[in-house]
């Protein structure tokens, strides 16, 4: 079984900063792509960056220049450090990951269950 774990969320003022960190565990062979999607209540699930084997990381535009995605990819955990937080910003953050297990090459999306990162003062 793969499963994604998130953590770091939680409330912070505008402004401030939180590091998300989400480990995948299970039976893993190949991890292609890395990444977070926030949704906020009454709105579509949206990617806020991605980072792909062998690429440069994608941001949605309103997370350029305030948040960095990283991997570490022997631990097969990706982060994503926000700074500048805004209340726009407020939303559940999903990990996900697009991986190969050792019993298939099919490549599969898996997702964390989210972390709530609300910000506000």
């Known amino acids: 079984q793969v499963q994604l774990v998130e953590s770091g969320g939680g409330l912070v003022q505008p402004g401030g900063s939180l590091r998300l960190s989400c480990a995948a565990s299970g039976s893993i062979f190949s991890i292609r792509t890395m990444g977070w999607y926030r949704q906020a209540p009454g709105k579509q699930r949206e990617l806020v960056a991605s980072?792909?084997?062998?690429?440069?990381?994608n941001y949605a535009d309103s997370a350029k220049g305030r948040f960095t995605i990283s991997r570490d990819n022997a631990k097969n955990t990706v982060y994503l450090q926000m700074n500048s937080l805004k209340p726009e910003d407020t939303a559940v953050y999903y990990c996900?990951?697009?991986?190969?297990?050792?019993?298939?090459?099919?490549?599969?999306?898996?997702w964390g269950q989210g972390t709530q990162v609300t910000v506000s003062s």
């Open positions: 996900n990951a697009d991986l190969q297990t050792y019993g298939s090459r099919q490549y599969i999306f898996y």
């Open positions: 980072l792909t084997t062998g690429s440069r990381a």
